[in-house]
């Protein structure tokens, strides 16, 4: 793959399903393609917590697929993706970080994140507590720079 800057106005992005009712948990898919980025790229879902994009959407875990606000990830191709959630200190918003791993993301796969994932019991997804008919959930993306040096774009 040739070494260059992805750019994230070309990806896609789908939210199926497209609405939440306030505060009634649910699983939401989001699906991202045309998105190319090397090995160790990150891209963050934003849920809430950034300027513009309001909201006390319940921050999700990546640690107990039984429990509630459950977020797992898959990718269709040759890459594999791990699932965090930025740490309080890093990021005061409802977010969840995929790494890329194994392999890079080529333009035509399709990387998808689950929330409320209740595949392994859990109790889905807490969306924010009011209605806001045209919600943001922002996709930034970083490339790796240096180990640990990250810097998320638009």
Known sequence: MPNRTPDPSLMSATIDPPEAMASIPGTWRVTLSDLALP????????LSGTRGN????????ATEPQAREYAGATCNGDASVTVTVPQSEQ???????????????SEGDEL???????SA?????????FSQPAKAVEVLVAEPAEPDA???SR
Request: glycine share 18%; no cysteine.
């Open 39 to 46: 090995e160790g790229g990150i891209v963050r879902v934003v």
């Open 112 to 118: 998808t994140v689950v929330l409320g994932d209740t």
């Open 150 to 152: 990250h810097r998320f």
């Open 54 to 61: 309001p909201g006390d959407w319940a921050r999700p875990q």
């Open 121 to 129: 019991g859990g109790g889905g997804s807490t969306p924010q507590s």
């Open 91 to 105: 990021f005061r918003g409802a977010a969840v970080d995929l790494t890329i791993i194994d392999a890079p993301l």
